[in-house]
């Protein structure tokens, strides 16, 4: 419920079976309120459960009943435009994924034949929903191409940093038409910068979704703590990748947490790593046995008590089901961007 708790200006909160509840959610529909969260049902079906915010959000133009395309490349962004598209019951005319973000498009659409990648589809679309990749050009040259050709871009931001130069590209920015987020964090931060782009709020269903697929800790949850690696891309200085740098961090400050004696670390590679990036690291590390993680997130978080990464968005669906989440960022490295109350940042904390 960490989702509830954080939202400001929260007035209405709407509960029990759909069923009973249509008439009131018409109402509040009617009324212009956002639609926030969802739950699920006790089949485990996905059951979007609305509850409004009376935060105002821009009025997207996204033209559903015409068609449009898809282009993703990481995961962040695939993961949540693969969950909107999926709640809003849509499925794009024309997609063209690259990088991590083509097994999970097959995943979630078995069967969907992608398009060519030279772009020459954007002419038959009304619209474009494009990834913020700032680590690939892929999405960035769509978005240059349908500003040519006068199609309505939208640029979906999946994360909390580095939002200005997701859109620039040697030194010429293209902004979208409209940039859809998924959380008041994000919505505030990008009104800040983009003054003159509509920013659209959308339900963060990807993150809803994992997290209700997370069994609840309990007793019987094992004693595992959950490490969530990310590529951080620079070094800080120091000759080393800075995901490397953050896990020896965590590790010289493991013995001063109090975890019980029997803990197992479970290492969870980013869907964007190398396979056998961390092999030789998890051969060398003696003192502390770690083993890598398998499944999908919500496998990973269900079978664990704490959580600790640098500050990938899987912290925070680790906050809304109950974990312990520890930011592992070392002194000498900048702050951690995620501005989500609950995480336990060990640079701040002083062994005991």
Not at 136 to 150: D, M
């Amino acid at each position: 419920m960490g989702w509830f708790l954080e939202t400001v200006g929260m007035r209405k909160v709407t509960g029990g079976t759909m069923h009973s509840n249509v008439a009131m959610l018409r109402i509040m529909e009617r009324s212009g309120m956002a639609l926030e969260a969802f739950a699920l049902d006790r089949k485990c079906s996905i059951i979007y459960l609305k509850t409004f915010s009376t935060m105002k959000s821009s009025a997207t133009l996204f033209d559903a009943s015409a068609p449009f395309g898809v282009i993703c490349h990481d995961s962040g962004g695939a993961n949540q435009i693969i969950a909107l598209l999926q709640y809003m019951d849509q499925v794009p005319a024309f997609v063209h994924m690259d990088g991590p973000a083509k097994n999970l498009w097959k995943q979630s659409f078995p069967g969907f034949t992608e398009t060519r990648s030279d772009f020459s589809w954007l002419k038959h679309v009304s619209s474009v929903i494009t990834g913020t990749s700032w680590a690939s050009h892929l999405e960035h040259e769509a978005r240059v191409q349908a500003q040519l050709l006068g199609i309505h871009s939208i640029a979906v931001l999946d994360h909390w940093a580095n939002y200005q130069e997701r859109f620039i590209r040697n030194g010429k920015e293209v902004l979208p038409d409209e940039i859809w987020v998924t959380d008041y964090y994000a919505k505030n931060i990008a009104r800040r910068l983009f003054l003159d782009t509509p920013i659209v709020l959308q339900p963060d269903c990807y993150g809803e979704r994992e997290a209700a697929l997370v069994t609840p800790l309990t007793e019987a949850t094992p004693q595992v703590l959950l490490y969530l690696m990310e590529p951080i891309r620079t070094d800080w200085g120091r000759g080393e990748p800075g995901e490397f740098q953050a896990l020896r961090f965590f590790l010289e400050r493991l013995p001063f947490l109090g975890f019980p004696p029997n803990t197992e670390i479970h290492l969870r590679p980013h869907p964007s790593d190398a396979p056998g990036k961390y092999d030789a690291f998890l051969n060398n590390c003696e003192h502390f046995p770690m083993y890598r993680g398998v499944g999908s997130l919500s496998d990973g978080l269900s079978q664990c008590r704490w959580v600790a990464g640098c500050q990938t968005y899987a912290m925070t669906v680790a906050l809304r089901v109950g974990r312990k989440v520890f930011g592992t960022l070392p002194p000498w490295a900048p702050s951690c961007v995620l501005p989500h109350k609950g995480i336990i940042h060990l640079r701040e904390t002083t062994p005991a």
